[in-house]
């Protein structure tokens, strides 16, 4: 089928190591986007966050399985980001990790299944919906590509990508709405007009997902 057939713990530590770095150069940018509607500290708190993920991956064993890297980090993000970012973050890695348990691998169909276990944990905890102005704009169609893609059969390569432009979309789809949840929703009106930074961030992530399966050996 064309699956993720040998994801493992060295494709899931690229890909929160390119998150830090994109996240990292990205900060004031979302900055900026959460000075419009927020409280001007997302690129902060998200770059604070993934770099204090990195430097815990450094602390793990080369021989945790991906699925236990994955709760590490969530569980720094909760530990180190303030915000809602943080614990909306650590608790999507968190129930991703939990759902890919113990293996040394992966594949497609587990990796869907773990990202659909990350958003039920942020909808959960955010109470937010598609249409809300948040982060889940943007990973509620990820989530639904990949899934998709997945059960048609289509390589990983192909699903991940669908991923990330399905999160863009849902990205910029974000501008003309009315925020109705966080900080944001208290300017009403105001927030017309703005793209949401915690949809960003999100698609920044789902970027160093495709780039570290396209990269895998």
Do not use: C
Not at 116 to 138: F, H, I, N
């Amino acid at each position: 089928m064309g699956q993720l057939n040998r994801v493992d713990a060295a494709t899931v530590t690229r890909w929160l190591e390119t998150s830090a770095a994109a996240l990292h150069d990205q900060r004031d940018y979302l900055t900026q986007l959460d000075a419009a509607i927020g409280d001007a500290d997302h690129g902060t708190n998200m770059d604070r966050g993934f770099a204090s993920v990195v430097a815990k991956l450094g602390e793990l064993d080369d021989s945790t399985p991906p699925g236990k890297l994955l709760v590490a980090a969530g569980s720094t993000l909760v530990s180190t980001v303030g915000g809602a970012s943080g614990p909306l973050w650590g608790t999507a890695l968190r129930r991703a990790g939990r759902s890919l348990g113990d293996g040394e691998s992966f594949d497609g169909a587990a990796l869907a299944l773990a990202l659909e276990s990350a958003l039920d944990g942020v909808v959960e905890l955010g109470a937010a919906r598609p249409g809300d102005k948040t982060m889940v704009d943007a990973l509620e169609p990820a989530v639904r590509a990949l899934r998709e893609r997945v059960d048609g059969g289509a390589p990983a390569e192909e699903a991940v990508a669908a991923a990330r432009e399905a999160a863009e979309e849902g990205m910029q789809a974000t501008v003309p709405l009315q925020a109705s949840k966080g900080r944001a929703s208290y300017l009403g009106e105001r927030s017309i007009g703005h793209q949401d930074p915690g949809a960003t961030s999100t698609v920044f992530i789902l970027r160093a997902l495709e780039q570290a399966v396209r990269e895998r050996p």
